[in-house]
């Protein structure tokens, strides 16, 4: 079928958006073309009609927002918010900067093997030297019973536990295998294109913690310069804000 058919049936689920019906008829049309990106969306829009027929509230429906959400992490991020029902709170959706989408997934190497493995594959490695961002840290305090020698542990300011304090620590949470790691690009990635990186290379910040933890971005959305990926996150604005 021709790719207008997909747009009107998308513009009738738009149009009547809490039309169980029309998404099933338009699950049925995503199923029948064969390829897994149609699938997927058809599992939404089947998985969503479980929702509406659950408890609110319920076990079965909070499994089941859970399941959409684990589905829409690969789904176009303008898509789902045209088709779910009028009554789904948008904000359990998942957020473009911390999703794939519709993007294509570049994978990391970390090791001399699996580099060497992609290259005989076809791909090409993109090494990259493995640095340490400072804003990146943690902290932990260390108590210790003056009668047993035993200690505790705490990286919450407002847990102190029984003891003497011995000794606060800061240090950088994360250990990699090697010093140099590579985005392992497809022949066919074009200038400009926008992909998601399964595995961030560079030390972003991905989340600020008002008690002095600060955790780097696991992966996130970049584009293709041509020579290297310019990464669309800004920790400042896009970074989570952990307050507890």
């Keep these: 079928m021709p790719f207008s058919t997909e747009n009107a049936l998308l513009a ?20 029948e073309q064969g390829d897994e990106p149609r699938a997927q969306k058809a599992k939404f ?12 509230n319920s076990e079965a429906a909070r ?23 009028s009554a789904f709170p948008l904000h359990l959706l998942p957020d473009p900067k911390r999703s794939p989408g519709a993007r294509r997934v570049i994978k990391t190497a970390r090791t001399e093997d699996d580099i060497n493995a992609a290259a ?7 090494v990259l030297a493995v640095t340490r961002n400072k804003e990146i840290s943690s902290w932990v305090g260390v108590y210790q019973d003056p009668v047993t020698g035993e ?12 003891g003497t304090h ?3 620590v800061r240090f ?23 992909v998601w990186l399964e595995d961030l290379i ?10 002095g933890h600060t955790y780097r971005l696991e992966s996130g959305p970049a584009r293709w310069t041509g020579t290297g990926f310019e990464i669309l996150f800004d920790p400042q604005r896009d970074a989570r804000r952990w307050i507890g």
């Design 12 to 31: 009738n689920v738009v149009a009547n958006r809490d039309d169980g019906l029309a998404k099933l008829v338009y699950a049925d049309w995503l199923e």
């Design 45 to 56: 829009l089947r998985t969503e009609a479980e929702l509406l027929k659950a408890t609110p």
């Design 63 to 85: 499994a089941t927002v859970e399941e959409l959400r684990k589905l829409a992490y690969t789904l176009p991020h303008d898509w789902c918010p045209m088709v779910v029902h």
């Design 120 to 126: 005989r594959s076809g791909l090409k490695p993109l």
């Design 151 to 162: 200690i505790e542990t705490t990286g919450d300011h407002r847990h102190c536990p029984p």
């Design 166 to 168: 011995v000794v606060t």
């Design 172 to 194: 950088y949470p994360y250990n990699f295998a090697t010093p140099y790691a590579a985005y392992l690009l497809p022949a066919d990635l074009q200038t400009g294109e926008e």
């Design 202 to 211: 560079e030390d972003i910040v991905g989340v600020w913690g008002n008690q």
